[in-house]
């Protein structure tokens, strides 16, 4: 007797789909890869073709260079071999998929990273229900619990408007947290210039060619200390604590990620204003996703996975781990 989803080989190096002769997220070159999303802990360079939403191929092409791309749009899908293979939003940055697979009657869902908060610069997470969900716990423990995201971008917002001489620097990633958070700050009403880092520029000029808007955006290279006085200046967060921050006025050093929960990791970066600002579901995210989907059986690819497969059997939903390799935390 067949055993469910025996047509997919989880390997350490990302998922083969062995009937179309595909990987989904492989962390090496492979001849064919289908992509949930632009992050290099999933979208590496080097692969012979590559299937993904348009924005992952444009988000691709800026960062690896031109890809052998193949566009598949949301609600689109293809056929390979004998599996068809769509792509709908997964809410975790702009362009970002679920891959579903349907093959001999079965449908399995590679959800990749996702969230499901409400995100002005991508789609809303689109729940698929089928018989196998592949899933991320990047947060899963019950202590990860995510505010919501409109007090944090208030919070940031009043420590700036209490201290008009100084600037708060934001450090959040590249890739779409730093296009977040300036979105939400346009969606709160903050309608100042925004300074940012040179490393963050390609990508938010991307995010405004692909319809992203986020409002007047300065480099903040070679810009008097005091001209940004009384503004947010947004950076990597490997430039919070540089060379490069010295020269901003008197800067109040906050961080945008889910890991500002945990107060040690906001001491150890010397973090004034940790911001909880997370791209991934929480606990209650993870668990409500997997009661409304329900499915037959679930695997974790990465994160907390133990705690989120004694909850899954605990109710009866058969679950395992894939121990997967190369999936860090770039994109939270």
């Known amino acids: ?77 293809i056929t390979m071999g004998d599996v068809t293979i769509g792509f709908v939003p997964a809410g975790h940055v702009l362009g970002s998929a679920q891959i579903v697979l349907d093959h001999r009657g079965e449908r399995v869902v590679v959800s990749g990273d996702y969230k499901r908060r409400a995100d002005p610069t991508c789609a809303s997470f689109q729940p698929v229900a089928c018989d196998v969900f592949i899933t991320e716990a990047t947060f899963g423990l019950p202590v990860f619990r995510h505010p919501d995201t409109g007090d944090e971008i208030d919070k940031l917002i009043a420590r700036l408007r209490a201290n008009p001489t100084r600037c708060v620097v934001v450090g959040a990633y590249a890739l779409g947290k730093a296009q977040r958070v300036i979105a939400e700050l346009r969606a709160r009403g903050h309608e100042a210039p925004i300074y940012i880092h040179g490393a963050l520029q390609r990508l938010c000029d991307l995010y405004e060619e692909l319809g992203v808007r986020l409002g007047e955006l300065i480099p903040a290279t070679g810009v008097p200390k005091a001209a940004m006085a009384g503004h947010v200046v947004m950076c990597p967060p490997s430039a919070l604590n540089d060379r490069w921050s010295r020269r901003l006025p008197d800067p109040i050093t906050a961080m945008a990620s889910g890991w500002m929960r945990v107060r040690q990791r906001a001491r150890q970066k010397n973090i004034e204003l940790p911001l909880i600002l997370s791209d991934h579901a929480d606990w209650d995210e993870l668990t409500e996703t997997l009661t409304e989907i329900s499915p037959r059986e679930v695997w974790v690819t990465h994160g907390r996975e133990e705690a989120l497969v004694h909850w899954c059997m605990t109710r009866q939903i058969r679950a395992r781990a894939l121990a997967l390799v190369g999936f860090e935390d770039e994109d939270d």
Do not use: F, K
Not at 9 to 29: C, K, L, M, Q
């Open 1 to 77: 007797m067949a055993t469910l989803g025996d047509w997919l080989e989880p390997h350490p190096t990302g998922i083969y789909v062995r009937p179309a002769d595909a990987w989904v997220d492989p962390s090496v070159p492979r001849p064919r890869a289908l992509v949930t999303h632009g992050h290099a802990d999933h979208a590496r360079g080097g692969h012979g073709a590559v299937w993904a939403t348009p924005e992952t191929l444009a988000i691709m092409d800026a960062r690896y260079g031109p890809q052998a791309g193949n566009p598949v749009p949301y609600g689109g899908s």
